[in-house]
């Protein structure tokens, strides 16, 4: 079993930061690929930004040169760290891994809960 808990969002003025983190959890062999996606209202998911295990990045152009992505693979932890934020950066955040349980296992997709972020003055 593997639980993904979610936290760090919140309410923030533009211009604002936030820090995101994700952490997960149970029975898990090795994480490869983590990330973070966004669902704006009336709008579908997107991808903002992924972390492979070895560390290279990926970027939604919408959010390159102000958010970062990183991950502590000791903690099983996903972070991201969100500056200059703007209104159409609200959303709910999700954060998403590729795990696998057992050596001889295939990778699954796990979701976090999702959180809310809020960009408004």
């Known amino acids: 079993q593997v639980q993904l808990v979610t936290s760090g969002g919140g309410l923030v003025q533009p211009g604002g930061s936030l820090r995101l983190s994700c952490a997960a959890s149970?029975?898990?062999?090795?994480?490869?690929?983590m990330g973070w996606y966004r669902q704006a209202p009336g709008k579908q998911r997107e991808l903002v930004a992924t972390i492979t295990s070895v560390g290279s990045t990926n970027y939604a152009d919408s959010v390159k040169g102000r958010f970062t992505i990183s991950r502590d693979n000791a903690k099983n932890t996903v972070y991201l760290q969100m500056n200059s934020l703007k209104s159409e950066d609200t959303a709910v955040y999700y954060c998403?891994?590729?795990?696998?349980?057992?050596?001889?296992?295939?990778?699954?997709?796990?979701w976090g809960q999702g959180t809310q972020v809020t960009v408004s003055s």
């Open positions: 149970g029975s898990i062999f090795s994480i490869n690929a």
């Open positions: 998403n891994t590729k795990i696998r349980v057992y050596s001889w296992a295939s990778e699954t997709t796990y």
